[in-house]
């Protein structure tokens, strides 16, 4: 548990020095959202119906932003040998990373989705459903993207090539957060929905720390 928490720790102190893996995704969303009542043209009718949407594939694409860099730094400075030669549960440490990953860019976007859902004229009454359901879904995110930065580390440039790879996967999180918040705009029980939401973390939990760690050994030999 020491070394899990203190790789969580370390990733927290390097990200917050840096604060572009917080920002940027924040910044994306709010610059993206504000084009939407210019682009449509649009009254708050029209981008009420198509928030619950917006605001999850916003979610996905904020999030893409900043995966590759997961296991990219680790791999440029040596770190992830150190892993595997001092013996640290590989899984365990792709778990820590993929939280570290999380707290530092899902949270937030978590924390802001109400601003962003504000400029989209959501129902008020939607706020509590859409952190729930981000809350669900974006850690999903992170543990994909675990395995993602973990595929594409040896590459220069491979932030294209990991969307490619991760986006198709994370296709029914995007349908079940967004039908969630938009059965609770319609004043509908999105129950079913974040329950098959919480069904795919629990399996994205079980099984991708365990993918990332034999990704990570393949690539190191």
């Not at 504000?34 to 119906?49: C, E, R, S, V």
């Amino acid at each position: 548990m020491k070394p899990f928490l203190s790789l969580i720790g370390r990733d927290l102190v390097i990200g917050w020095r840096r604060k572009t893996q917080i920002y940027q995704p924040l910044i994306f969303q709010l610059l993206v959202v504000t084009m939407f009542p210019l682009g449509l043209g649009a009254g708050a009718q029209l981008l009420q119906n198509i928030a619950p949407a917006v605001m999850w594939i916003l979610a996905l694409l904020a999030s893409l932003l900043t995966l590759e860099e997961i296991f990219k730094n680790d791999f440029n400075d040596g770190s992830l040998e150190v892993y595997v030669l001092s013996g640290l549960d590989l899984p365990a440490a792709a778990l820590a990373k993929a939280t570290a990953h999380w707290l530092l860019s899902g949270l937030p976007l978590i924390l802001f989705s109400p601003v962003i859902a504000v400029l989209l004229h959501l129902p008020a009454e939607s706020y509590g459903i859409l952190m729930l359901s981000l809350l669900l879904g974006t850690p999903i995110f992170s543990l994909f993207g675990a395995v993602g930065s973990a595929l594409i580390m040896r590459q220069n440039n491979g932030g294209l090539l990991l969307c490619i790879i991760i986006m198709p996967l994370l296709t029914p999180v995007l349908i079940f957060g967004a039908g969630a918040v938009l059965e609770s705009a319609l004043g509908n029980n999105p129950l079913s929905h974040l329950l098959l939401l919480t069904a795919l973390l629990i399996l994205a939990l079980l099984s991708l720390p365990f993918a990332c760690s034999a990704v990570i050994k393949t690539n190191l030999e």
